[in-house]
């Protein structure tokens, strides 16, 4: 008999195909995810789920779940499972890694070119007919050539991010728990300085940490104040790595000068005073979203569920404990 999974979410069709050629698959054909409680109904009897950040695996839900024996993320990210419970059940994880680095990284690009060069304010300008005529200091904005830019976070997405910015010639400084290989500092030309030392350094500073319990608002008022009043904060990682109310404040009092988010601390829901700033670029959580990329990690989180429930260690494993 073929092991039974459930697909929570729409995916990409090659990787419901590949799916089906493997497993016994229930899809879900929906852009709606599952409430918790359906979540637990669909998924009691199944060995496999393919999931997304959207679907909460909480220590709870994973003790309700007996015959789970692998959760595949079509994600990077994956605090939206309880890792630990997960590993002391034996649950194997997977994420999407690798795939969808140099598109969030052209993503995080994107977002500080559009807030610094003020993109999304000039297209509103132009489209309500305000433009009448070329002015001195129309919409004038903050350069990004030869600028400082601090990478909180030299993994994959930071690295990729720091790459893109030789081009533009910026300065880049960086913050991590661990320091990056010499070859790669010097390769890239990163300087590696205390945390509070890039905060208040760079023009552009954009977060590439994953959501853990030691970065949760790892920005908030304090480390707001220590930035340049030019700065401009970029978030593509995950949103309560951010302290949104104290970044609105921050902004409000002139504290920075802009930000460009892609996520938020409780999605879809956005702080209602960053909706009414004209000097934040607001994205809905879609930095990796290029067809091709999506593609991909559907595909890859379709083969890492299928190898896993073959008892294989999966190439894309979160909690290695689990094959030790
Ligand atoms: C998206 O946010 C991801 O973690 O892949």
Not at 67 to 76: F, G, Y
Request: with cysteine.
């Amino acid at each position: 008999m073929k092991p039974r999974v459930l697909v929570t979410k729409r995916i990409y069709p090659s990787a419901v195909e590949y799916l089906r050629q493997h497993v016994d698959a229930e899809y879900h054909e929906s852009d709606d995810g599952y409430g918790a409680e359906q979540l637990l109904e669909h998924l009691t009897g199944k060995q496999a789920v393919v999931s997304q950040l959207t679907d909460k695996f909480s220590a709870d839900v994973i003790a309700a779940l007996p015959d789970l024996k692998v959760i595949s993320n079509v994600a990077v990210g994956y605090d939206n499972i309880d890792i630990a419970a997960a590993t002391q059940r034996r649950i194997v994880v997977t994420n999407t890694p690798d795939v969808l680095t140099d598109t969030t990284a052209d993503f995080a690009f994107t977002l500080l070119m559009a807030t610094a060069r003020r993109l999304v304010e000039a297209d509103k300008y132009l489209r309500v007919g305000k433009w009448t005529q070329w002015r001195i200091d129309l919409l004038t904005g903050h350069d990004i050539h030869h600028a400082t830019l601090g990478i909180l976070g030299m993994g994959r997405i930071g690295q990729t991010l720091a790459r893109r910015a030789r081009g533009f010639e910026m300065r880049a400084i960086y913050s991590d728990v661990q320091r990056a290989a010499p070859e790669l500092e010097r390769e890239l030309q990163l300087e590696y300085l205390p945390f509070d030392s890039v905060l208040e350094q760079s023009d552009f500073i954009s977060v590439h940490v994953p959501l853990l319990a030691a970065t949760r608002h790892l920005l908030g008022a304090e480390q707001f104040a220590r930035m340049k009043k030019n700065a401009i904060l970029i978030n593509t990682s995950r949103g309560p790595v951010v302290d949104e109310a104290a970044l609105a404040d921050a902004l409000a009092a002139g504290e920075i000068a802009g930000a460009g988010l892609d996520v938020f601390e409780r999605e879809p829901q956005v702080e209602p005073r960053l909706l009414d700033m004209d000097n934040v670029v607001l994205a809905p959580h879609i930095a990796s979203a290029s067809v091709d990329t999506r593609t991909k990690m559907c595909v890859m989180a379709a083969e890492n569920c299928v190898t896993a429930l073959a008892g294989t260690r999966p190439p894309n494993l979160v909690n290695t404990a689990v094959f030790e």
